[in-house]
């Protein structure tokens, strides 16, 4: 079957559109018109993107499809199984209303594996890029215990957090980009096009300028003369951090410095670790081996240094530690979430216990990001200064020294 995308006006003459799955236009007509809608126009979806090169394609898709879109499709399963219905009319009925085309032909593939006699999380798999493992253990624990619906509603709980830390973040982190991006284009407009004014004015004169002043001019003179190596330069540095962080121990090194930065490394280590807790506590809730839940976890927290400590502590369970001590080893956890593992170890409950070691890690998290904006606001004050300072000495300093001199001539 082709699919069609079609638009039209429902009763209250309100546009709709759509794509939909269908062996031909009329069908289409037919179906809206059994819905309400009057067709304005149907017509084939073209497939544009498998005319691209593949990395485009993967750019392309990867920036179309996110959290937020696996949110809702993990939510409409949690529905659709609930109510009984099969998997294959379950993910066509999710098809149809999804406007995200890199979502429908992902179902759409989706559909072919299972109509061919796979099973979901087979399904699932084909597409790793948009179904981490975890995601696709989970699954399959589910299949296999008979519990799909209650995997979708805790994947669903596990993604919703992650997607309300990420817009956390982001909105903290907002303001104070803003404002070095605007310092950034503040110090590029003078470096271009103030100071070489300047520079003409102060050389009519003959004056002996302050090195500052010099410095200014040099710089200046340098960015527009050889702005082509600077961006050069610009572009080898980037190339060069994007090859580092693509090595094993590039991004161990660099995943290890962002968790020692001031304010912001604080925030990064207790949201990792809240993510690291939740997801534990949900795959060993869901029947996942412990063991294997290490494993699958270790690969979701987004940070090869934590990766590489969560390996350390399953290595731990492996040789029959206890919980606890393979927390106190690892060293990434505070005393109080120690005792609380250990309790929960004692009580038979440490997947309750590590959730609630989740929670206290993202309510600090969220503290601290509501205060983020009190903590950068000194720094970029003191950036702020820096660069007026420099103006003053280099820029305005002068001036006030040749205008002395010409009204001491009088």
Request: net charge positive.
């Amino acid at each position: 079957m082709e699919v069609f995308e079609y638009k039209g006006r429902n009763n209250h003459g309100e546009i709709m559109t759509g794509t939909i799955e269908s062996p031909s236009r009329d069908a289409v007509a037919q179906w809206l018109l059994t819905t309400g809608i009057s067709p304005i126009t149907i017509n084939l979806q073209s497939d544009s993107t498998r005319e691209l090169p593949q990395w485009l394609q993967r750019i392309i898709e990867s920036s179309t499809f996110k959290l937020r879109d696996l949110l809702l499709f993990t939510r409409q399963m949690a529905t659709m199984i609930k109510a009984g219905v099969p998997m294959i009319q379950s993910l066509a009925s999710i098809q149809k209303s999804t406007i995200n085309k890199t979502l429908v032909r992902i179902l759409r593939g989706m559909r072919a594996d299972l109509e061919k006699g796979a099973d979901l999380s087979t399904a699932l798999a084909q597409h790793p890029k948009f179904f981490n493992e975890y995601y696709v253990a989970m699954v399959r624990v589910g299949e296999n215990s008979g519990q799909l619906e209650e995997i979708f509603r805790r994947l669903s709980a596990q993604i919703e957090f992650e997607d309300h830390m990420q817009k956390k973040i982001k909105s903290a982190l907002r303001y104070p980009s803003f404002v070095l991006i605007a310092i950034a284009i503040a110090v590029g407009i003078l470096t271009l096009f103030v100071i070489p004014v300047f520079a003409t004015f102060f050389d009519k004169f003959g004056a002996t300028l302050p090195l500052m002043t010099r410095v200014l001019i040099v710089a200046s003179n340098f960015a527009l003369n050889y702005w082509w190596f600077v961006l050069g330069i610009a572009a080898g540095c980037f190339y060069g951090f994007r090859l580092f962080v693509s090595q094993r121990a590039g991004r161990y090194q660099w995943d290890k410095f962002k968790l020692r930065l001031p304010i912001a490394g604080n925030i990064l280590k207790k949201a990792t670790l809240s993510r690291f807790c939740r997801a534990l506590s949900t795959a060993s809730k869901s029947g996942v081996p412990l063991i294997q839940a290490f494993t699958l976890v270790s690969r979701v927290v987004d940070n090869a240094f934590y990766e590489d400590r969560i390996l350390s502590m399953r290595a731990g369970i492996e040789r029959g530690e206890s919980m606890l001590r393979v927390s106190q080893a690892s060293g990434i956890f505070m005393p109080l979430e120690l005792q609380m593992i250990a309790v929960g170890e004692e009580t038979g409950d440490i997947d309750g216990m590590l959730a609630k070691v989740a929670d206290i890690y993202q309510e600090d998290v969220e503290y601290d990001i509501a205060r983020l904006s009190e903590a950068i606001e000194p720094i970029v004050m003191t950036a702020l200064g820096i660069l007026v300072l420099i103006l003053m000495l280099g820029i305005f300093l002068p001036m006030w020294q040749l205008g002395a001199a010409v009204r001491g001539r009088h």
